[in-house]
């Protein structure tokens, strides 16, 4: 079956950095489109950053660009965000995504 699972979360103060893995097996991973989501509590889960499956397509959420940056290792089966330059509104819940399956999310919190 599709296993996502992420790590990499934690405590980090304002302006600085944190990578996310999200290591996956069950699927073809290679020809997979993932995307990260994040959620805080009583708001929607928001769309953060997807790429393609070869890594030529990437988009971000406004709130991130230019801070984020979403990659792959189709080798490892791993996606990867790192997040730079962060922000206490950054902090949330983070969820890597493929198709209807999701991971069981990290969590990343920023605060001094």
């Known amino acids: 079956q599709v296993q996502l699972v992420e790590s990499g979360g934690g405590l980090v103060q304002p302006g600085g950095s944190l990578r996310l893995s999200c290591a996956a097996s069950g699927f073809i991973f290679r020809y997979s489109v993932m995307n990260w989501y994040r959620q805080v509590p009583g708001k929607e889960r928001e769309l953060v950053a997807t790429?393609?499956?070869?890594?030529?397509?990437?988009s971000y959420a406004d709130s991130v660009k230019g801070r984020f940056t979403i990659s792959r290792d189709n080798a490892k089966n791993t996606v990867y965000l790192q997040m730079n330059s962060l922000k206490p509104e950054d902090s949330a819940v983070y969820y890597c995504?493929?198709?209807?399956?999701w991971g069981q999310g990290t969590q990343v919190t920023v605060s001094s």
């Open positions: 995504n493929c198709f209807s399956s």
């Open positions: 790429i393609s499956s070869g890594g030529g397509s990437i």
